[in-house]
């Protein structure tokens, strides 16, 4: 398993999904499990889960400083 590329499409769905956004927030580990479609062990989801989450955090930042020069 690519976690990164499994990483990459997880965070576009949370952003471009909000039944999914909405899940992830409520219980990340079911809904990343449910995408993956198999039960991983709590290490790896957890793995997953952090670099979504920070994924999104980097994004927005990036998002609000080309807001700030103009760019989107």
């Not at 039944?19 to 039960?39: M, R, Y």
């Not at 991983?40 to 080309?66: F, Y």
């Amino acid at each position: 398993m690519d976690i990164k590329a499994e990483i990459d499409k997880l965070v576009n769905k949370v952003k471009n999904d909000k039944d999914f956004g909405q899940k992830f927030k409520e219980n990340p580990t079911k809904a990343v499990e449910s995408v993956l479609g198999i039960d991983l062990p709590d290490e790896q989801v957890n793995k997953i889960i952090s670099g979504i989450k920070a994924k999104i955090s980097i994004d927005d930042i990036t998002g609000k400083l080309g807001g700030i020069f103009g760019k989107k």
